[in-house]
């Protein structure tokens, strides 16, 4: 997949990896992803590891946090 470079302002979208920078990808879908995205998201990567990263996270914002800690229990 080919990343938006709005959601990926820092870096160059095309430099990432899926494997390498999972963590990193999922929060930024979960802040600032759409449908299409989330869709994605929830192929390339196991509910368990996406619950995982909703509760590790420290750069999630707080809204985003408590409605995807509901989803991905």
């Known amino acids: 997949m080919i990343f938006r470079q709005s959601l990926f302002w820092d870096v160059d979208p095309k430099s990432i990896?899926?494997?390498k920078?999972?963590?990193y990808i999922i929060e930024r879908i979960l802040?600032?992803?759409?449908?299409?995205?989330?869709?994605?998201m929830n192929r390339q990567y196991s509910k368990t590891m996406i619950?995982?990263?909703?509760?590790?996270?420290?750069?999630?914002h707080?809204?985003?946090k408590n409605l995807w800690s509901l989803v991905y229990r």
């Open 51 to 60: 619950g995982k990263v909703v509760k590790k996270s420290r750069v999630l």
């Open 31 to 40: 802040d600032l992803g759409n449908d299409r995205e989330i869709r994605w």
């Open 17 to 19: 990896n899926p494997k």
């Open 21 to 23: 920078h999972a963590q």
């Open 62 to 64: 707080k809204k985003s």
